[in-house]
């Protein structure tokens, strides 16, 4: 990492390379939630995440 601290926020942390510290987040607001709480402090965020999650305003019950 040449020197940086260098910060993961990831669902999968076996991924993770080595020497990076590791926030785990399963959800998409998980990982809203752990950025925000952590920002402090970061020079650069980079944010390259494609989170597939949602959650519908209403659920009209059963498909069958």
Known sequence: MR???????TSMPDHAPHG?????AQTAKDMEDVVMENQEGFDVIIMAAAI?????????????
């Open 3 to 9: 020197g940086a601290d260098v910060t993961l926020v």
């Open 20 to 24: 990076v510290k590791v926030l785990c």
């Open 52 to 64: 597939a999650d949602f959650s519908p305003r209403r659920s009209i019950g059963s498909q069958n």
